[in-house]
């Protein structure tokens, strides 16, 4: 099994951008009311549960994720910033955005810049190499 959130994790700390601006930042499924929002802040969610890619010969040989990342913050600019070297990262290991939103809170007064991603890695045993993937791109 691959623990797809955790690798994207892995691999947006990757860019230096992300990793200076949101270290100790970057959460899964929920942002607790006590973190730190006085600088940008990320949250990664999977939508549904993966499900079955590709096959082959009657073998399931991707599954298919869907994860949303949100990226919050007080400073317009530096919100879209980082949602935009998100979506570079993610491209690098095949996620490409297929929705998103864009929104301000007036009463919290928080931008937040959400966009959903979608991508079949290989999940076969035979085939798995993602993890080792991610771990050496750049």
């Not at 860019?15 to 949250?43: H, N, V, W």
């Not at 082959?56 to 990342?69: C, G, H, M, P, R």
């Not at 009463?107 to 085939?127: C, S, V, W």
Request: glycine share 6%; proline share 4%; hydrophobic share 35%.
């Amino acid at each position: 099994m691959i623990d797809m959130i955790e690798l994207i994790y892995l691999h947006l700390m990757k860019s230096d951008m992300i990793s200076e601006q949101c270290k100790g930042r970057i959460k899964f499924y929920d942002y607790p009311e006590t973190g730190d929002t006085s600088a940008p802040y990320i949250l990664i969610s999977p939508i549904g549960a993966p499900l079955p890619g590709e096959f082959a010969s009657n073998k399931e040989l991707t599954t298919d994720y869907v994860f949303q990342i949100d990226v919050r913050g007080s400073d317009r600019k530096q919100v879209k910033a980082l949602q935009e070297e998100i979506k570079r990262m993610m491209e690098l290991i095949d996620f490409h955005v297929i929705g998103g939103t864009d929104q301000y809170d007036s009463d919290i007064k928080i931008f937040l810049d959400g966009r959903r991603y979608q991508g079949q890695p290989y999940t076969d045993e035979a085939l798995k190499h993602i993890d080792k993937d991610i771990a050496h791109t750049e």
